[in-house]
């Protein structure tokens, strides 16, 4: 029986990953235009960016990589890793210092990584459960409300980010199948630079290495050689940026300096929620001249230890503090939601209702990866158990879950898939037994 044409046409445009990039950057760039035609005031503040404008502005005007804060020369910064600010300066030298024909070619720029973003994901999706999964996951980020938003949102690394943290995994699912040490090179070369654009990365960066280490192993490869070359190259991409900070400041800073600084504005006698943003001192004078005064390195030593001091005396506070950060990073509100909903017009509604939905079916996604005792249960798991919990400590925001959020958007099109087919065959995805079905490599593993 033939197959219907039609329905053969829709096939293909619902898996072209060629389709998926267009509409997604289409989306983007269109709510761009929107937002810069029919809004009654600038969308946008200047000075944009903030701390990264601020440093971006500096080296245009040739003082190095330095003043993160704004209307004040504070020196040299290690506030930030230099990949996004020296990314903007290059927008600012060609376009001009915070004008507005630079602010619209870097949220150009930025809606075109988090359109690229649809490759990485359409793969991983489709190395896990297939062609469809792939596109499914790939459709969703590009129609994702926050992944349409975030571009618009903010000049940082944030778009950037989410790019290169879905290579690093497409390239961790790739590199376990490779013997090649040219390939585990240029895997710690991606980790590198993907460390100098956001170091908050890092936190998941033992645990790709141990589960690499740990399938080569099962394999007989060369389990300790190759994550040992890739670890390797990571520590060699990272030693310029760490030595240009030692230098700087005669203390070793690996990569950013700011965390004490981050801890305090979330641990404070003044924090209601989650964070005392208002405290901030690049709007907060008071603070502001505490940073001129004590230097940048004395200035994040003593907020620190301010946070460090109240968190030991604060128990309380901090327990509830932790279950607003981990709502607000899951949910994207720390408040009740029936009480917040219905004050939301319908984008917030969407949007809100989009992140909840989002991050329940991943946690669902990562549940079946290990009924099915898939080997990449583990990870998969690393991304939405490990990532979030520095900022569970910290301060959350919508900006730093963004990253992870097309890894979360492939195991949300893995429960989906698993619903279809679940739905297809009239059985629970419990009582299914193609659910229990491993990957081609393990089959053929114990094949052997």
Known sequence: MRENPIKAILNVAATSLSLIIVVAFAVRVGCLWMANHHAPTPF?????????????RSIVLGKGFSSPLSGVDTGPTAWLTPVFPYLLAGVFKLFGIYTYTSFLVIVT?????STLACVPVFFIGKRLGGLATGAIAAWIWALCPVAIIMPL???WDTCLSTLVVGLIVWATLAVRESKRTRDWAAYGLLWAFGLMLNPAILSVLPFLLLWLGSQLRKENGHWLKLPAVAALLITMGCIPWTARNYLTFHKLIPMRSNFGLELWLGNNSQVTDTLARWLHPDGYPPEREKFVQMGEIA????KQHEAVQFIASHPRDEMRFLWHRFMDNWTGTSEPIPDIWRFLGWQGQLTLGTNIL??????????????????EAWLFAVFPVVYPVIYYVTHTSARYRHPIDPILCVLASFSIGAAFTAVAHGLSPAKQPAFRAKSAQDLAARAG
Do not use: K
Request: proline letters at 2%.
């Open 299 to 302: 200035y994040m030593q003593a």
């Open 44 to 56: 946008f503040d200047i000075p944009y960016g903030y701390e990264t404008g601020h440093i971006a």
């Open 358 to 375: 989002l991050s329940l079916l991943s946690m669902v996604g990562v549940l079946l990866l290990f009924r099915r005792e898939r080997r």
């Open 153 to 155: 949102s903010w000049v």
């Open 109 to 113: 720029i930025d809606c075109l990584f």
